[in-house]
């Protein structure tokens, strides 16, 4: 109940509600696609990011990344609703904001080679093992990633567990997936990222490319 009367504060007001509707994807048709390209004026390479949180990561980096189109992938509705009001006064024409599961985006709504680059920062855990099956990371959503991403286009992926960060990369590394080398850009700078630097704990991460394609 306090949920829901939260989410109603969140939701109210027209300057939250005009900041917001800059940005928001309307959910008022019948989606069985979601075709990036289409959902900005201007063409240009759009980078995802699933399960954005209140949009941290991603709404710093449409404002310093300008030539590129981003599109932040968001379940929870308050919280989605949070960082359209965040993304929508930050004013960027180049961010779009999309309430819906990352898991049916990526595994079927996507059109192939359509993603230049995926942010994916601790997603859920779900630590119980009879929970494993509510977590992001699966073989399918592996390879629902490779399909999708731009032939060479990076997947950036971090996570506080090291259990689970040693699950999503074998799972990766089974879909082809080949690490590479440099740095994932949000692992230090989303909301959970600076409040888990602040407590001093570990983080995981990865930057990873479908094997055979051009770094
Ligand atoms: C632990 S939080 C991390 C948020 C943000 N990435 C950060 O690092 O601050 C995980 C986020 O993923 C969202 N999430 C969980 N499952 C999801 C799914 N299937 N599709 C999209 N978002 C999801 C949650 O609602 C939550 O906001």
């Keep these: 109940m306090s949920r829901i009367r ?8 027209a300057e939250r509600l005009a900041a917001a509707s800059r940005v928001l994807v309307a959910q008022d048709g019948d989606y069985f696609t979601v075709a990036p390209r ?8 759009v980078e995802v990011e699933l399960g954005a949180g209140r949009g ?3 709404i710093a980096r449409a404002a310093a990344v300008p030539e590129r189109n981003f599109l932040a992938v968001e379940l ?7 960082m359209a009001i965040r993304a929508g006064r930050a004013g960027l ?3 779009r904001v999309v309430r819906m599961d990352a898991r049916p985006l990526v595994n079927l709504m996507l059109p192939e080679a359509s993603v230049a680059a995926y942010h994916i ?3 859920d855990p779900w630590p119980k093992e009879r929970h494993f099956k509510h977590r992001l990371f699966t073989p399918a959503f592996a390879i629902g990633l490779s399909r999708t991403l731009a032939p060479g286009a990076p997947l950036f992926v971090a996570t506080d567990v090291a259990a689970y960060a040693a699950a999503i990369f074998a799972t990766l590394g089974a879909a082809g997936f080949v690490r590479a080398a440099s740095a994932a850009p949000g ?12 407590q001093g ?7 990873f490319h479908a094997a055979g394609a051009a770094r």
Excluded: C
Aim: net charge positive; charged share 20%.
């Design 76 to 82: 929870a509705g308050t919280i989605a609703q949070l």
């Design 38 to 45: 289409e959902l900005f004026a201007r063409p240009a390479p």
């Design 201 to 207: 704990r570990a983080v995981h991460a990865g930057t």
């Design 121 to 123: 920062y601790f997603p």
């Design 93 to 95: 024409d180049n961010l």
């Design 6 to 13: 939260k989410g109603s504060r969140v939701w109210s007001g």
């Design 187 to 198: 692992a230090a700078l989303t909301g959970f990222a600076m409040k888990f630097r602040a």
């Design 56 to 58: 941290d990561f991603i």
